[in-house]
């Protein structure tokens, strides 16, 4: 309290005083030891309000002891039952929380965790996949600014999350509590497979197969991958003490489209304890990319054989040459070449009309162009009979498609009739023609988009000459080839947008959490920040049907599914407003995170303990545990002093005795006549 607040105070009571003599003694007429009461009363409230104007500040000190946190962490996924011989009892923590000389020294608090954590409830080993790295996140928010030492009953085995030895703050000290059989025994195990999720029809795909051995004896063993029912791969893998992992390169046929599920194995003649870690499923979707293309000409030229070549040598691509009058039908085939058309064409695009397959027109000095004026609406031709070459020169802003500019401006002209070719429509040209370093107002190779049709004009014959004139340059026809197949590519896509576009996997492991983005777009082909997105899901064997709502996020619709279970799922996502839908389905493999291990990984828990300056205890060492935190000065209670200082006008009791002694004033007057 200041010296101000100190003389305010004395000058009060002055003033209360002065008040209560002026009315009761200096002014009465009888001084008796009733005015000397009502003096008192009167003095008593007045000093009350003054004090309160004055407010002085009051100042309390108390002190608290502030004990050290102890969370103990104890592992509730279905590895612990897993791992233990006996029947594990669900009170094995109690030595260390119940202990009272622990509960002095330190704030115990009980937590459990698998795929989640959480403050402890009960204990039942049911979590499907260990998050031993969610420990660290989660008691790093608890405990910000404190140093503090963790018990974590675990296996050590996590299935989820980042390295949990480098998680946890340095501010903690961790003592693991290995829980499970300790005891090495032998066992083969299937570590992880790599695999792309899609393969290319009748191509060959890759699988990288990781096996472990656990043992102290030579072995060898029998590798084998199977399709349903067939064996398709098959193989001996030896193992010794020195030797105890192996890594496996296989490649399988993509013989079927669709979803193929396989699954690889190891066995051996010796029983082991656990062979559900022997065998793990993994699946590939067959994708059937093969495009075939017809060239249709009604003459000889190198260029039909260059392009041929060119395009086949992506292996999804079959190209047939014909003459106009030898193609029956166009639906056989995904995409059109044109070459030099004239009047025997008629029939080829009077059906394509129809058909709506994408074409790539050539001309050239055969080429029939008051033909071509007749039978498209994308260009206007005033050809002479005079032959032109024409350079290419390289358009940089060209965005239909990633393409490099290869030298297209020192490649050799391209031969065709001389004129004027001008649009009739919305065209992207990627090369425009020069003659002689002038230029010529035409383009060389352009493009045109008509609803789902795509087009490509190429205005000059000749180029196998390009073709050639990359080998010599480069020594591989690799930049010209590449250059064909993204050309190629670009019409075999269908250029049609869609209002509802859905991502999705088509197959998951059991245990993983399922995620389905989206992307809803308006009329314009705008994102829609405002849909409204649902989703159905049926499960395929026993028709069970759930309804889930899409989430917003910054670029798309999210859902997600967690803990389903195995087999297959038909789902339609809608949207409300517009009904647009679309459907799809997902399957989900068998695949049990937990039940892939027959030790603890005491190894790792051994090295978060070093890393944390903690120490690794056993089930039956609790004692020393207990020992050793109740001895160490690392972690002592801390004596808090709490200083609270309150202002006097949030005192309400002064207000009532203020009210209190007033009122009494007034009834003692009023008794005694004085009122």
Known sequence: MTTS????????????????????????????????????????????????????IITRKSFEIKKTPLPIVIDNSESIKELNDSNLKTDFYTKISEDKALNQKYDIQLYSFDEEFKNLEKLDFLGKQTYIDNVAKNLKQLYRNTNYPVILFTDGNQTKGNDYVYSFQDNSSVFPVVLGDTTSVFDLKINQINVNKYAFLKNKFPVEVFLQYNGNESLTTTFSIQNGNQIIHKQNVSFSAKEKAKSIQVLLDASSIGVQKYKASITSSIQEKNKINNSKNFAVEIIDQRTEIAIISDNNHPDLGTLKRSIEVNEQRKVNIFKPNEIKNLLDYNILILYQPNSTFKGIIEQNKSVQLSTFIITGTNTDFNFLNQNQSDFTYKMLRKKENYFAKYNSGFNLFSQDNIGFSSFSPLENSFGTITPKTTITTFLDATIRNIETGNPLLAFVENGKQR????????????????????????????????????????????????????????????EITAQYFNKNYELDE??????????????????????????????????????????????????????????????????????????????????????????????????????????????????????????????????????????????????
């Open 530 to 675: 405002n849909a409204q997105l649902t989703i159905q899901l049926t499960n395929k064997e026993t028709k069970a049907t759930k309804s889930y709502n899409f989430l917003k996020s910054n670029l798309d619709y999210k859902v997600a599914f967690d803990n389903l279970e195995k087999g297959t799922y038909n789902f339609t996502v809608k949207e409300k407003e517009s009904n647009s839908s679309f459907s799809g389905s997902f399957e989900i493999l068998e695949f049990d995170f937990e039940k892939q291990f027959v030790n603890p990984d005491r190894t790792r828990l051994e090295q978060l303990a070093i890393n944390t300056a903690g120490k690794v205890y056993y089930p039956n060492q609790l004692d020393m545990l207990i020992k050793s935190l109740k001895d160490t000065d690392k972690y002592l209670p801390i004596e808090k002093e709490i200083i609270k200082k309150t202002p006097l006008i949030d005192w309400k009791w002064l207000l009532i005795f203020i009210v209190a002694l007033l009122s009494i004033e007034w009834f003692t007057r009023k008794y005694n006549g004085l009122l």
């Open 455 to 514: 087009k490509a004009y190429l205005f000059g014959e000749n180029i196998w000459k390009w073709r050639m004139e990359t080998y010599l340059k480069k020594k591989s026809f690799n930049d010209f080839d590449l250059f064909i197949d993204k050309l190629i590519q670009y019409l075999n896509s269908n250029s049609s947008k869609k209002s509802l576009v859905v991502d999705y996997e088509s197959f998951y492991n059991s245990g993983e959490l399922i």
């Open 5 to 56: 607040t100190i003389l305010l105070l004395i000058l009060s009571v002055f003033i209360a005083a002065g008040l209560s003599y002026f009315q009761y003694y200096y002014k009465a007429r009888n001084k008796s030891k009733l005015s000397l009461f009502l003096a008192f009363l009167r003095f008593l409230a007045l000093f009350g309000v003054l004090l309160l104007l004055i407010n002085p």
